[in-house]
């Protein structure tokens, strides 16, 4: 797991780099990439991964993420002696949330098609829906040009998409108990920061903070204590680091954060 950026300061109010680099990356988006089929033909596709941000290049040199990367560093700052680390992040981040935003795409193409016929949906409704060619071609999310957004709804409506889709589904109906996150897209460095600004630093511990992703923020109680967690496996994990903590430190667990070593072995 790569780490994550941390707020300078500690108030993670204002911008927020998930959200702000979402932004960058739909403005520097680089439409149609070139490639090279089986047969030697060369061809044109959507960009569909953060690697296809460093194929398309202004006269100058500079690539899609070349730009996407010095208008991140406008935005945020970090200290020299961490740009390399912190560029390796971004990177890592980056390629993360360019799928995020595809995969947000389509699903707000399904909304503004049936919003436009009268029927509002949610993201889980609109996810599982599909739509026509024609209906998405109706449907141009704005951050895609009018040249793009034909190629973009021809990969939708693809064989290679939908089989993709289709496997991802099964995979998540496979999993009885998903021990998923209830927060959204917000990150474990940037909830721990909010816990620590709000409550203070005894509630931005390792374990509250990961409780608190698995209930989902909406149920924190005042005193900055996890809500409910619906899901019997993460539940489970949390339980059994505490029942070994009590064992293994029974007069002060409570007051240690994390033990590595009693996490490995639970």
């Not at 707000?108 to 993201?123: N, S, T």
């Not at 040249?147 to 999993?175: D, N």
Request: charged fraction near 30%.
């Amino acid at each position: 797991m790569y780490r994550q950026f941390k707020y300078l300061g500690g108030n993670p109010n204002g911008y927020k780099y998930g959200s702000e680099l979402g932004v960058i990356l739909k403005r520097e988006y680089p439409g149609l990439v070139k490639y090279m089929d089986d047969s030697g033909v060369t061809r044109s596709r959507p960009a569909l991964e953060w690697e296809d941000y460093y194929l398309v290049h202004e006269d100058e040199g500079v690539s899609n993420a070349d730009r996407v990367k010095q208008e991140f560093w406008r935005c945020f700052e970090v200290t020299e002696s961490n740009r390399v680390e912190a560029d390796r992040i971004l990177e890592s981040y980056a390629r993360r949330k360019v799928k995020d935003i595809l995969y947000q795409a389509r699903v707000d193409a399904v909304k503004i098609y049936y919003d436009d016929h009268g029927e509002e949906l949610d993201d889980k409704m609109a996810c599982a829906r599909e739509l026509t060619l024609e209906q998405y071609l109706a449907s141009r999310v704005d951050w895609f040009s009018p040249t793009v957004w034909p190629h973009i709804c021809s990969y939708w409506c693809s064989k290679e998409f939908k089989e993709a889709r289709c496997r991802g589904q099964k995979s998540r109906l496979q999993s009885k108990d998903v021990a998923q996150n209830r927060g959204g897209s917000r990150p474990f460095t940037e909830y721990r920061q909010f816990l620590e600004h709000k409550f203070g630093p005894e509630k931005a511990t390792i374990m509250n903070t990961y409780a608190v992703m698995k209930s989902g923020m909406e149920n924190l109680d005042e005193n900055g204590n996890s809500g409910a967690i619906s899901s019997q496996k993460a539940q489970k994990h949390l339980d059994d680091y505490s029942t070994s903590m009590k064992e293994a430190y029974p007069e002060n667990w409570q007051d240690m954060d994390l033990d590595e070593r009693v996490l490995y072995n639970t």
